[in-house]
T-cell receptor, first 112, second 111 residues
Framework: SQTIHQWPATLVQPVGSPLSLECTVE??????LYWYRQAAGRGLQLLFY??????ISSEVPQNLSASRPQDRQFILSSKKLLLSDSGFYLC???????????FGSGTRLTVV | EDQVTQSPEALRLQEGESSSLNCSYT??????LFWYRQDPGKGPEFLFT???AGEEKEKERLKATLTKKESFLHITAPKPEDSATYLC????????????FGKGTLLTVNP
């Protein structure tokens, strides 16, 4: 069966510090991968998606970047965090074609 | 641009009191409507996918229906463990990959 792992679960970082969140998927190959952010009072906002190794599409211009160094690994990064980067970050995967996503357990990021 | 509006924002029910959540959408060619459940501090959990008007799906006390403009999530005789945020999302013909989510309905079921 397929599983998705996301870590860390919580993170408190000072303004201006770097960020690296990692997501891995097991039990499938060539998945589509996604990074979403969920802020209080707002819906889930798609940040990045990837259809293959090294292929990254950005939905929202921002202080963040994403990379996919391996087929089942997706990384969300920032060189310098802003207060506005605080939120709940969710990684998800899907098969290519019709169907929904399977989400990871999320990372609560607080920038102080 | 795809849009999803969920109502009400919050709903408080007594155990056993049935009700419905609404999801209105505007998309260019619906390629799927999805319902998720999200518990506090956790990732959304998939519930249902609906693809065409008239389609219905059921799981325990939950039943999802779809029309050309909206979807309903009916909750029959809810229990306290049904308390969660319920999210609706759509995939349109304009995007092969992107799901557009509503802001969700926070359901609280009191014993």
């Amino acid at each position: 069966s397929q599983t998705i792992h996301q870590w860390p679960a919580t993170l408190v970082q000072p303004v201006g510090s770097p960020l690296s969140l990692e997501c891995t998927v097991e039990g499938t190959s060539n998945p589509n991968l996604y990074w979403y952010r969920q802020a209080a009072g707002r819906g889930l906002q798609l940040l990045f998606y990837s259809v293959g190794i090294g292929q990254i599409s950005s939905e929202v211009p921002q202080n963040l970047s994403a990379s996919r160094p391996q087929d089942r690994q997706f990384i969300l990064s920032s060189k310098k965090l802003l207060l506005s980067d605080s939120g709940f970050y969710l990684c998800a995967w899907s098969v290519k074609g019709p169907g929904g996503y399977t989400f990871g357990s999320g990372t609560r990021l607080t920038v102080v | 641009e795809d849009q999803v509006t969920q109502s009400p924002e919050a709903l408080r029910l007594q155990e056993g009191e049935s009700s419905s959540l609404n999801c209105s959408y505007t998309v260019s060619g619906l390629r799927g409507l999805f319902w998720y459940r999200q518990d506090p501090g956790k990732g959304p959990e998939f519930l249902f996918t609906l693809y065409s008007a008239g389609e219905e799906k059921e799981k325990e006390r939950l039943k999802a229906t779809l029309t050309k403009k909206e979807s309903f999530l009916h909750i029959t005789a809810p229990k306290p463990e049904d308390s969660a945020t319920y999210l609706c999302a759509v995939r349109s013909g304009g995007s092969n990959y992107k799901l557009t989510f509503g802001k969700g309905t926070l359901l609280t079921v009191n014993p």
